[in-house]
């Protein structure tokens, strides 16, 4: 039996990505004013936001829609050719449409824009076509031209299909920013997910409760010993009544040495402790808890009720790490 020949695709797979990233960088340079625009009739529509197209650009649509949904913004997927039979009945007076056609002058879109225009919709188009029907009757366009489809025969659509998807993310990634959507509203709208079940967990499930304890006068041998036993980076200096008067951390601990130099281990807990430490209370989510170490560029923070200084646990970033894996 004859050998078959070998085919080698690596330089062709990397000749597509080439000539996709190309038109990406290309359009991406000439994205201006019209992206303010859309996100902003998205942001204050009246109604929901329709995406409609058909064919590639319809499956383009769905996955736009999906995306829009998922992150707060009240979005459908509408088969322009299944409007035509019935399905229009679910675009409503104040909606957005968001239309994707790469030419234009897909008959299946042209023949519902009267309608939506008597329902008084705004209208994105999402085309390659600036001088297209679609284009002409849309309140504002998004160029999806692309130079070079990544196709040998320059026929399927592939990196206009990928700019028409990319642009459909830039929408959705500025309305997450407009709207000041949040980790835990991710997890809200994705409950059944392993993203959304571990951002929805409260502090309380995860903080520790055996903590590393000193007293205000303990020496900074067994403040040293205390910090390393209990392995939490951490340790809370209390009163006697177990108030919280402050805190030891690793960077406490070097900051004494470098003070103190030889006499460090003459001090005591309240000549190297923090009074100022960060806290949070345990039935907030820890998306609350990560935002707030990060901001503050910290490692720990002290778990207790508003208004109380007596400590319930320690929440400690390695904990949050374990947790997301």
């Known amino acids: 039996m004859e050998n078959e020949q070998k085919h080698d695709f690596i330089t062709q797979a990397k000749e597509v ?41 319809g499956i383009v649509g769905h996955k736009i829609a999906s995306s829009l949904a998922s992150t707060g913004t009240n979005a459908i997927f509408l088969n322009a050719a299944e409007a035509q039979h019935g399905d229009l009945g679910m675009v409503e007076k104040g909606d957005v449409v968001i239309a994707i056609s790469n030419s234009g002058t897909t008959q299946e879109i042209l023949n519902i824009l009267p309608v939506l225009k008597r329902l008084q919709c705004s209208l994105i188009a999402i085309t390659g076509n600036l001088e297209s029907p679609l284009a002409h009757q849309a309140n504002v366009v998004l160029d999806a031209h692309v130079a070079r489809e990544a196709c040998p025969l320059g026929l399927a659509p592939t990196s206009s299909t990928t700019v028409e998807l990319v642009l459909g993310d830039v929408l959705t990634v500025c309305l997450i920013n407009r709207r000041n959507f949040r980790a835990e509203n991710f997890a809200l709208y994705h409950p059944g997910g392993a993203l959304g079940r571990k951002l929805l967990t409260q502090v309380s499930s995860i903080m520790k409760t055996q903590l590393p304890v000193v007293q205000q006068d303990t020496t900074f041998q067994n403040i040293i010993y205390e910090v390393s036993s209990k392995r939490m980076g951490i340790t809370l200096v209390q009163y006697q009544n177990e108030e919280i008067m402050g805190v030891i951390t690793d960077g406490d601990i070097r900051r004494a040495i470098g003070k103190y130099g030889k006499d460090v281990m003459q001090i005591v807990a309240t000549d190297c402790m923090s009074i100022h430490y960060k806290s949070i209370e345990p039935q907030e989510m820890i998306s609350d808890a990560l935002e707030l170490m990060e901001e503050h560029k910290i490692m720990n923070l002290v778990v207790q009720q508003a208004n109380s200084r007596k400590a319930l646990g320690i929440l400690s970033m390695h904990d949050i790490i374990e947790m997301r894996k």
Request: charged share 25%; hydrophobic share 50%; proline share 0%.
């Open 17 to 57: 990505f080439a000539t996709e990233i190309a038109e990406l960088q290309r359009v991406a340079k000439d994205i201006g004013n019209e992206i303010n625009i859309a996100v902003e009739l998205i942001y204050k529509a009246a109604g929901k936001v329709v995406i409609t197209g058909i064919g590639k650009a």
